[in-house]
């Protein structure tokens, strides 16, 4: 069964830094696409950032690029984002997700986490 775990969420000032990790378990994930989404309130939820696990392949949403970094380490099976120069815009629960392909470009992931909420205060 495949789990995927959330934690690094907090409060921050707008221009500081959260590093949010997601621990995956349940199934090897050498095939599969990672990404982080987010939902603010009252707003659909968006996509982030996706890595490939093997490709070590990258993309972000225009509204990060910059400022985020999605990170994965094989050997504790975990998916990092460091979000730099945060802005009260980016306030929002986010979520771990994973596709089981090994580059995926869509939305349609196939389990998602719980989330962690990230209030950035201006």
């Known amino acids: 069964q495949v789990q995927l775990v959330e934690s690094g969420g907090g409060l921050v000032q707008a221009g500081g830094s959260l590093r949010l990790s997601c621990a995956a378990s349940?199934?090897?994930?050498?095939?599969?696409?990672m990404g982080w989404f987010r939902r603010a309130p009252g707003r659909e939820r968006e996509f982030v950032a996706a890595?490939?696990?093997?490709?070590?392949?990258?993309r972000y949403a225009d509204s990060v690029k910059g400022r985020f970094t999605i990170s994965r380490y094989i050997a504790s099976n975990t998916v990092d984002l460091q979000m730099n120069n945060l802005k009260p815009e980016d306030t929002a629960v986010y979520y771990c997700?994973?596709?089981?392909?090994?580059?995926?470009?869509?939305?349609?992931?196939?389990?998602w986490g719980q989330g962690t909420q990230v209030t950035v205060s201006s």
């Open positions: 997700a994973t596709k089981h392909l090994t580059w995926y470009v869509g939305y349609d992931y196939d389990y």
């Open positions: 349940g199934r090897s994930f050498s095939t599969s696409t």
């Open positions: 890595i490939s696990w093997s490709l070590n392949s990258k």
